[in-house]
């Protein structure tokens, strides 16, 4: 009896391997549609593209060439805080990146605006690329507030940022 389960087990293992393998993708729940791109990369092929700015931490904090998603996921780790013109007067803003094990998606990072105790909570979530030049990125950003929604220009030195994240 032990012998022909055996027999019945040996018959049967590549069939279960094979369905095993092919069967793990379907359980997957993870994503990954961040590509980062370095200010030495920028093109205009990347004009009107929805993009995430990643500031630099400091002057020397700085990056070339093309970079990995395990990379992205180190670059993201520090979270730099950068002040800039929203509207009329100068507001600070800190980075929120949101990345899990298996996903990292574009519409989850954000700009969440620092402020004193008890004022509204400001984001900012997408935002395009207009225009670029030698010195300074120009974006459309969709800022969000508990009262409203406004679309703003913002005109932002390009020394201050390390890269830009962009939807592949």
């Not at 391997?17 to 092919?22: A, D």
């Not at 995430?52 to 395990?70: C, E, N, P, Q, V």
């Amino acid at each position: 009896m032990f012998l022909e389960v055996m027999k019945v087990f040996k018959q049967l293992t590549p069939a279960l391997l094979f369905l095993i393998i092919n069967t793990t993708s379907l359980f997957s729940q993870g994503g990954w549609d961040l590509q980062y791109i370095s200010m030495d990369s920028l093109s205009p092929k990347y004009l009107g593209e929805e993009v995430r700015i990643d500031f630099k931490g400091s002057a020397a904090d700085t990056l070339h060439g093309k970079l990995t998603a395990l990379k992205i996921r180190g670059l993201l780790f520090k979270k730099d805080t950068v002040s800039f013109s929203l509207g009329e007067k100068v507001e600070k803003f800190k980075e929120r990146w949101t990345l899990y094990p298996d996903q990292g998606i574009l519409r989850e990072q954000t700009l969440e605006r620092v402020g004193a105790m008890g004022e509204e909570k400001t984001f900012i979530r997408e935002m395009y690329l207009v225009d670029f030049d030698e010195t300074t990125l120009t974006v459309e950003a969709l800022v969000y507030r508990p009262s409203e929604q406004t679309r703003e220009t913002l005109i932002l030195n390009k020394s201050a940022v390390k890269g830009l994240l962009v939807r592949y």
